[in-house]
């Protein structure tokens, strides 16, 4: 997988912000990128893939189940298969269907079509940052979408595999050779030799495995994601600034960026696929259990009970004058914003979880996240409320004049660990 953009964004995420501030007098947390591991969930699944903050998976029923970062619907508990594979990118997520065929779904990037793919059939596929691909049935790769449109152009040729990294694409092929395709000026976009017997693409680095069973890889190594240890492995997964492997005795070990512990907090145990993200990690255990360790600011890594066990509260959506995402609501940066919803009846005053409500910024115009998130302030001390006559909570958000001209999210986590998501332009 792909995944950060600018050499900018990534320093100030490796800078991060102090794990606490004062607010309005108070010990808060004031960093929303805190770090999960050994996150795990029993349900069966068949395929798994982090994407940039959000993670699918294929469930043993062939429905794909999403979790985490969900402001363009990249990120739904439920799409109706059945499905064999699932490939998460930037901002949309694209899944294999039992015919061959594929579905996508989230972000379509001003119209790019990069969730709008052709006619199958295919047997692999593989999502971006603005690109998607697949590999044919007969052999050939097919791209679509493009904002980058040398990380979409269909190479000449016949490939075993497809991966598609931040913005660039590669392809496996029969002689085990890489041949990648793109420009990000990093290296990555240059052919390998090999031999490999698979590869993996990531944010400006790819990394295969030979077929001796070490592992090499090429482009940008600012963090060591391209510097692997000695063993030999069975997978490999690059992520945006880091790369995971199963070795051959089936363990995980992890190398690059662990500002969120997505390298160090690897689980113990045996397993049998490895995902690679933007901060965080996933693997299946050979018992069927998935894992997910690292970045966790959308709960990305705290894998859902996708078998349909009814929440805690009974969430009725956010009242007026507040639309949850995708919708983006228009203020005026330094006012207060009321959040209201409804959890179905009066449930106590410790419905939020710890830490939140939080917000982060994004881009307005394509709409990916910018920077740390950080804990809210509330308007003159207001702090949750409930109106018995109306059956409402209220939570009186109060944002910041320099905020003008910028957008943000603001996630609402709550005790029964569901998450609701609004965007926000400022003006």
């Known amino acids: ?59 043993e029923d062939g429905n794909v189940g999403c979790w985490g970062f969900n402001l363009w619907r990249q990120a739904p508990k439920s799409v109706t298969g059945p499905f064999t594979r699932v490939a998460a990118g930037e901002s949309h997520a694209c899944a294999l269907q039992t015919d061959g065929n594929v579905r ?5 990037q001003d119209g790019n079509g990069v969730i709008s793919p052709p006619g199958g059939p295919f047997t692999q596929i593989a999502a971006g940052v603005y690109q998607s691909c697949g590999l044919r049935t007969n052999g050939t790769i097919d791209c679509w979408g493009g904002w980058n449109t040398e990380a979409a152009a269909d190479p000449s040729g016949y490939f075993s595999q497809v991966a598609a990294g931040g913005q660039h694409t590669c392809g496996l092929r029969p002689d085990g050779s890489a041949h990648c395709w793109g420009s990000l000026g990093y290296g990555e976009e240059k052919d390998n030799p090999g031999p490999y017997k698979q590869i993996s693409a990531g944010g400006h680095h790819n990394c295969g495995v030979k077929t001796d069973g ?11 994601q ?15 600034l880091h790369t ?20 160090d907090k690897a689980p113990g145990g045996t397993f049998s696929q490895i995902t690679a993200g933007s901060g965080n990690a996933c693997a299946m255990s050979t018992a069927g259990v998935l894992y997910c360790w690292g970045r966790n600011d959308f709960g990305q890594s705290k894998v859902p009970n996708l078998g349909g066990t009814a929440p805690g509260f009974t969430w009725e959506g956010f009242y007026s004058p507040v639309q949850a995402a995708p919708a983006l609501n228009v203020v005026k940066a330094g006012s207060s914003v009321p959040l209201k919803f409804s959890l179905g009846g ?3 005053l410790q419905v939020i979880a710890a830490d939140f409500p ?11 996240p910018v920077g740390d998130g950080a804990a809210t302030e509330t308007a003159g001390g207001s702090s949750l409320s409930y109106d018995s006559s109306s059956g409402a909570y209220t939570y ?8 003008a001209g910028t957008c943000r999210i603001l996630a609402l986590k709550l005790a029964d660990d569901t998450w609701h998501v609004a965007g926000f332009r400022f003006k």
């Not at 996508?104 to 379509?108: F, H, I, P, S, T």
């Not at 070490?214 to 060591?224: E, K, L, P, Q, S």
């Not at 958000?397 to 320099?402: A, E, Q, V």
């Open 104 to 108: 996508c779904w989230g972000n379509d």
């Open 214 to 224: 070490t592992v090499a890889c090429w482009g940008h190594n600012n963090y060591g």
């Open 1 to 59: 997988m792909k995944l950060q953009h600018s050499v900018a964004a990534q320093r100030h995420r490796a800078r991060g912000i102090a794990a606490t501030l004062a607010l309005t007098g108070l010990a808060l947390l004031a960093v929303l990128t805190f770090t999960q591991a050994g996150r795990a969930q029993s349900l069966g699944y068949a395929d798994v893939s982090a994407g940039h903050l959000f993670t699918c998976a294929v469930k």
């Open 346 to 348: 009066d449930k106590g």
């Open 244 to 263: 995971c492997g199963i070795k051959a005795d089936h363990t995980v070990v992890c190398w690059g960026h662990n500002y969120y512990g997505e390298v």
């Open 396 to 403: 009186v958000w109060k944002t910041d004049k320099g905020w």
């Open 226 to 240: 391209s510097s692997p240890p000695t063993g030999t492995f069975l997978q490999v997964a690059a992520g945006d």
């Open 358 to 368: 939080a917000s982060m910024q994004f881009d307005c115009a394509r709409r990916e």
